[in-house]
């Protein structure tokens, strides 16, 4: 059974940082792509960032130069670093993971919160 069980989340003020961690289980960890979405109020859930099996990444524009994502193949776990976040950057944040054929798999979220 593919499991995701993000952390890290938590109360911060602006310009502050968090580590987000997402713990996977279940699956070769290194032959998959690795997602981090965020969920705000009043908004859909969006993509923050990704990283690729070769280390690749992508990030939205709104995280450029301020988050990076990582990932650790030796412990199966994947990490969102974000600095100086900003009160915008509040909300739930997810990760997730998608297997050609068995479809995409999600951790539980974690709440980041972005204020003085």
């Known amino acids: 059974e593919v499991q995701l069980q993000a952390s890290g989340g938590g109360l911060v003020q602006p310009g502050g940082s968090l580590r987000l961690s997402c713990a996977v289980s279940?699956?070769?960890?290194?032959?998959?792509?690795m997602y981090w979405y965020r969920q705000t109020p009043g908004k859909e859930r969006e993509l923050v960032a990704y990283?690729?099996?070769?280390?690749?990444?992508y990030y939205v524009d709104g995280v450029k130069g301020r988050f990076t994502i990582s990932r650790d193949n030796i412990k199966s776990a994947h990490f969102l670093q974000m600095n100086s976040l900003k009160t915008e950057d509040t909300g739930v944040y997810f990760c997730?993971?998608?297997?050609?054929?068995?479809?995409?798999?999600w951790g539980q979220g974690t709440q980041v919160t972005v204020s003085s």
């Open positions: 279940g699956l070769t960890f290194s032959s998959y792509y």
């Open positions: 997730r993971t998608q297997i050609g054929g068995r479809g995409e798999y």
């Open positions: 990283i690729g099996v070769r280390g690749n990444t």
